[in-house]
């Protein structure tokens, strides 16, 4: 019971520090810029502080710096005022690209230490995901008071497959993080749904990197049999999850390829679902 209630607790936290981040540019900085510093300094490079956790890995690090990298960079693109070039128009679609990348090479990185071929599966679904990001070219600052990036090709059939496949490589490479997983993932599907329509990719990039800065922090209490939850891992499960992913994302591409046949010229970033 406490488990679950950590995860609905973390759930919250995210959904309402979302908005905070929404409605101010420099709360985002002071928390995601300056806290990294200090918390760089102070706590996640401290000796033993990450000991016997699963944080000192290469894909841990490179995800926290990448995420806060991205919080930063789109806080500036929504507030700055300039208008957005096509190149940074791009940055968005690069950082998710990044990261979809990352736990790609994770995934096969533990299929050649570990063996399993439903890690292969997913690792290929999110390459499929990533062949189905379009619209790029598309994205635009909204001329309102919390100057929301909206991404309208970001469509919800995108996101749910983006979920989908997110959670499976937490469970086959970071099981003892998936109730987290499941706060985090939800946290901006929720913001899309509920609060605001076409920013998935500025409520991704707030959510999981307080996440990750949260996870650093407190990782070695996080990490304890009584905190987190557990899952079977069931040699079955692990094979019907990892297909399970696999198909979803096929079927997305399909979908994304047939809409964008319709288009006379059709180039990767111009918009698909919403022309």
């Not at 950590?6 to 101010?24: K, M, P, Q, W, Y």
């Not at 540019?25 to 810029?33: A, C, D, F, M, P």
């Not at 208008?83 to 998710?96: D, G, T, V």
């Not at 998936?178 to 946290?187: D, F, M, S, T, V």
């Amino acid at each position: 019971m406490t488990q679950i209630l950590i995860v609905i607790a973390l759930l919250a936290v995210l959904v309402i520090t979302n908005e905070f981040f929404r409605a101010s540019k420099w709360l985002t900085y002071i928390v995601y810029g300056g806290g990294t510093i200090l918390l760089s300094l102070f706590v996640w490079f401290q000796p033993g502080h990450l000991t016997g956790t699963t944080m000192n890995n290469w894909f841990e690090w490179a995800k926290v710096y990448s995420v806060v990298i991205a919080v930063l960079g789109f806080t500036y693109m929504r507030h700055s005022g300039k208008p957005l070039n096509k190149y940074i128009k791009f940055f968005p679609a690069l950082i998710l690209l990044i990261n979809i990348l990352e736990a790609v090479g994770r995934d096969v990185e533990l299929f050649a230490v570990h063996g399993g071929g439903w890690h292969i599966f997913n690792a290929i679904a999110g390459i499929l995901n990533i062949l189905a990001i379009s619209g790029w070219l598309g994205i635009y600052i909204e001329n309102s008071k919390k100057r929301d990036m909206i991404w309208k090709d970001m469509t919800l059939f995108w996101v749910i497959a983006y979920d989908i496949w997110n959670f499976v490589y937490i469970y086959f490479c970071l099981p003892e993080h998936i109730g987290y997983g499941i706060a985090h993932l939800l946290a901006a599907t929720i913001a899309i749904m509920f609060f605001k329509k076409d920013t998935w990719i500025q409520a991704r990039a707030y959510t999981l990197g307080l996440w990750m800065m949260i996870l650093f922090t407190f990782a070695p209490w996080l990490e304890k049999e009584s905190t987190y939850i557990e899952f079977s891992r069931d040699t079955t499960l692990l094979w019907v999850m990892g297909i399970g992913s696999f198909v979803l994302n096929l079927i997305l591409v399909i979908w994304h390829f047939w809409k964008a046949s319709k288009i006379k010229g059709y180039k990767p970033g111009i918009p698909v679902h919403h022309k």
